[in-house]
């Protein structure tokens, strides 16, 4: 159906201008019944959009402020890969200061997801010990010794406790913040895995001690590769894990 699906949240519904999101994702701004929203249109399943929007709900209801996904007229989050969202207004975080409130608002989702259920379909970084694929990592496209690498990295995790991770909050577009307020947006990559994955800030904001962050930096720099495979970016990040 793509973007015609739009009319099952208002029959007068716009898009109005394509914003920054997600490589596997169309985002655009939209005016729906006479405000702006955020769609996103994907080719997730309804499963995998289900988790999502159902995190949504869970993490607005407990006080966090997120992008939490608005019904269609009959009732419904998602229509053949299309979710519609609330727009959260903000800048990106400038100073420590501002990396410090993100890491207490993070630690916050992890406080509230523990023993949540992976993402279907996904898997964390501690299970890619074992198995080569889940979602959009395929170690077998890798070279083996980049792959040990990143193992050894995810190796450093083993038997830490797990929640719901961002996936990707270092990155300053997936902020919005205010003077009351610290909002994270882009939850295509949230799935179950280790806290410290997302909490490799700039200045350190979340303070780790100097082992659980060269761990966390390690491990992110290894799924990094892993989720990226073959672009220049992903190449990178894989200079960045040290050999075993």
């Known amino acids: 159906m793509g973007w015609e699906a739009l009319a099952q949240w208002d029959e007068n ?7 920054t999101g997600g490589v596997a994702n169309d985002v655009w ?17 309804d499963a995998d959009l289900g988790w999502e929007t159902a995190l949504l709900q869970h993490l607005d209801h407990e006080g966090m402020t997120v992008p939490v996904p608005i019904p269609t007229m009959d009732g419904r989050l998602f229509v053949d890969g299309l979710v519609v969202m609330k727009y959260l207004e903000g800048g990106p975080p400038e100073t420590g200061a501002d ?12 406080r509230l997801t523990q023993g949540w259920p992976q993402r ?21 496209a890798m070279p083996p010794d980049g792959v040990a690498r990143c193992r050894a990295a995810w190796a450093r995790l083993v038997g830490r406790q797990t ?23 882009d939850w295509d990559e949230s799935h179950v895995d280790v806290p410290d994955l997302d909490l490799v ?20 720099a290894a799924w990094e590769a892993a989720v990226c495979w073959r672009d220049e970016y992903a190449v990178k990040r894989l200079a960045e894990v040290r050999a075993v």
């Open 29 to 45: 701004s939209v005016r729906i019944h006479g405000g702006i929203a955020v769609a996103r249109l994907g080719s997730r399943s």
């Open 120 to 140: 279907p379909g996904w898997k964390s970084s501690t299970d890619l010990l074992h198995v080569e694929a889940g979602t959009r990592i395929n170690l077998a």
């Open 201 to 220: 800030l700039p200045h350190n904001a979340a303070d780790l001690n100097d082992c659980a962050y060269d761990a966390a930096a390690q491990a992110s």
């Open 99 to 110: 990396w410090r409130r993100v890491a207490k608002t993070l630690r916050e989702l992890h």
């Open 163 to 185: 929640c719901v991770v961002h996936g990707n909050p270092n990155n300053p577009g997936n902020i919005r913040m205010t003077a009351d307020r610290v909002a994270l947006i």
């Open 13 to 19: 519904a716009v898009r109005l201008e394509p914003l």
